[in-house]
């Protein structure tokens, strides 16, 4: 069987899902022991939008996204011990313990967030874009939203200052085909999202999000244009969350049927069918990754129960950005 890329990717495209997949299953158990408390969106189902992007960007790229922030945020670098820590409520959190859920944060990892207001992120990601272009280096910023997020006037506006000022964006809809409850046929009479671009000469696309490879793709087109002057692009990756919108959504609004199709279409196992038709590992070599997910999981858990409370000296801290906060110009 033929492949596109490497065996070494396929590796680390298995290892990545799996570890976003077994990080969000141990979430949903810790919530259900009320070990992790308040607003809980699990990424269960489209890890395919964090392994595929991570293969076609550089780490010095931006990512900001909205509150289901979890899988991008461990993709992009912070460890499974902040990102637990911090759904405890945990000093040693990304965020300090005073984010939560849906607040995650790393200016060293470029992970600009997790945002709790449908669509603000989108705003704010080209102005992050603005500032790179403004400091004339080849940084790309990587905007991702959902597709309730897509019916917000902060969307229209934005698009059409980034063309204006052709920033180095690329505006992803995370298309999981359910704004909360409510499906994209009920909410637009354009169920094509990506044609909202062509309002503003913008390039926009439609992407299988179940397939690492076919995000890798688009996603590499579309930052290669951004980091050589082209401008923005929109691509709607279609996916599907496996779970509800949040932890109290019990997810009664879709039938079992079309969630055992998608099902069918699962990212992870889609990427081992690849590595074991291409002997690529072995059968040893997977558990030897099934078992090391397990471990950073467990560690991650324990490192936010042993973990300290922040102190309420902090309450006050972390409101504005430092001096030294690198996207302030003097």
Known sequence: MQTLFSKETYLYWYELM??????EEKTGQLYGMQKIRGFCHLYIGQEALAAGLMTAIRPTDNVITAYRDHGLAIAKG???KECMAELYGKATGCTKG???S???FSNEKRFFGGHGIVGAQIGVGAGIAFSDNYLNNDNVTICYFGDGAARQGI???TFNMAVLWNLP???ICENNQYAMGTSVERTSKAADLYRLADAYDMPGDSVDGMSCEEVHKAMERAVKRAREKGG?????INTYRFRGHSMSDPA???TKEELEEYKEKDPINQVLNTIMANNFATEADIEAINEKVRQEVEEAVQFAEESPYPDASELFKDIYAQEDYPYIVD
């Open 232 to 236: 923005p692009t929109f691509l709607e």
């Open 102 to 104: 849906m607040h995650f």
């Open 252 to 254: 009664k609004y879709r």
């Open 155 to 157: 969307l229209h506006e």
């Open 78 to 80: 912070i460890s499974a």
């Open 18 to 23: 799996l570890l976003l997949r077994k990080f």
């Open 169 to 171: 964006i690329v505006f």
């Open 98 to 100: 005073k984010g939560g």
